[in-house]
């Protein structure tokens, strides 16, 4: 694999945004071929340990724990920064503007140097447990809604919780024609079959908590006080964070949405949006899989998108992405 450091006399603007995956993206043995490789994964690995108190690359190559919310995020959000640190080694063009799906979020500010990997370890993994505590196993569900409008969604989610009493709420905006849905089981269940009749299709999406609804409110509460205590900068490359999909302008804010986020929806939709209003027309996926990759392909038009979490994608990427930015003829 090639570094690339040349330079042309007249570089192009930079067009690429760099983004980081959520939950949903984990598997057993992820990255360990880039591992075998790049030791800088394995050191990544071993810092963020020392947010946490267990080993971060034993159980992202086992497996062991990965399905427990507590132990899958941090272990994805090390994953994300090991890409992140290994794609800048290699001569990776710095992003115009980075973005998070979810627990993403927390990545993209390690990455823009808002928070330092040993305080996002630890909070995402506060995040985990305190999103697992706010809800019983089971009590709660998430369904991913597919081709019906981001309105008509909305309206069924309305129309079952003004009836039921119960909570259920547009969770995650994906994509044109892709909304995930969360909240009470029953009432989870009910939108789906009404979206069902209304000519959509409901797939259940196997989780252990209904993230990104109101449920996650007392969890938000705690982790809102923690991150009060916590040290977070403004970033140094812009980040698009998922409540308003927005770039924040102050601090203050940056923290308001990270607790805004726990019991908001996910605007995706909205931040690949944001990014195309920069003039971003690439994306490079920073995490294992390319969950995020596939989500670009089903936007209008569609978004370029490299995933990096193997050597031939990781070689792919830079160069298009070098050929792109101009730094390679």
């Known amino acids: 694999m090639t570094a690339f450091n040349k330079t042309v006399a007249t570089p192009r603007p930079i067009r690429t945004a760099l983004v ?28 963020a340990s020392e947010g946490v108190s267990f080993d971060l690359w034993q159980i992202a190559q086992s497996g062991e724990g990965l399905d427990q919310t507590e132990f899958t995020q941090p272990v ?69 809604v597919l081709g019906l409008s981001d309105e008509k969604v909305e309206e069924l989610c309305l129309s079952v919780s003004t009836e039921s009493g119960d909570i259920v709420d547009p969770a995650n905006y994906n994509a044109p024609g892709q909304v995930v849905i969360a909240g009470q089981a029953s009432a989870v269940q009910a939108v789906a079959a009404l979206a069902k009749e209304a000519g959509g299709k409901a797939i259940s999406i196997p989780v252990s908590v209904p993230s990104h609804c109101r449920l996650m409110q007392p969890a938000a509460e705690i982790l809102a006080e923690v991150l009060a205590q916590t040290t977070i900068h403004m970033p140094t490359i812009p980040v698009v964070q998922n409540v308003n999909a927005v770039i924040e302008a102050d601090l203050t804010q940056v923290k308001a949405a990270l607790t805004q986020q726990l019991y908001s929806p996910v605007r995706w ?35 370029v998108s490299y995933p990096i979490d193997t050597r031939s994608r990781l070689d792919d990427a830079l160069t298009h992405i070098a050929v792109l930015e101009g730094k390679l003829a």
């Open 20 to 47: 980081f995956p959520g939950q949903g993206s984990q598997k057993a043995g992820m990255l360990a071929e880039l591992a075998q490789q790049y030791p800088q994964i394995i050191q990544t690995f071993a810092e």
């Open 76 to 144: 994805l959000l090390t994953s994300s920064i090991a890409l992140w640190r290994l794609w800048l080694d290699l001569g990776g063009v710095v992003p115009a503007a980075l973005a998070g799906h979810s627990l993403g979020e927390y990545s993209a500010l390690v990455a823009g140097g808002a928070l330092s990997l040993i305080d996002a370890v630890h909070l995402v993994n506060l995040r985990g447990q305190l999103m697992q505590k706010a809800v019983p196993q089971g009590a709660g569900a998430m369904v991913a």
């Open 269 to 303: 939709t909205q931040s690949e949006q944001m990014l195309v209003s920069l003039g971003v027309s690439h994306l490079v996926e920073c995490g294992p899989n390319n969950v995020l990759s596939n989500l670009a392909k089903r936007m209008t038009p569609p978004l």
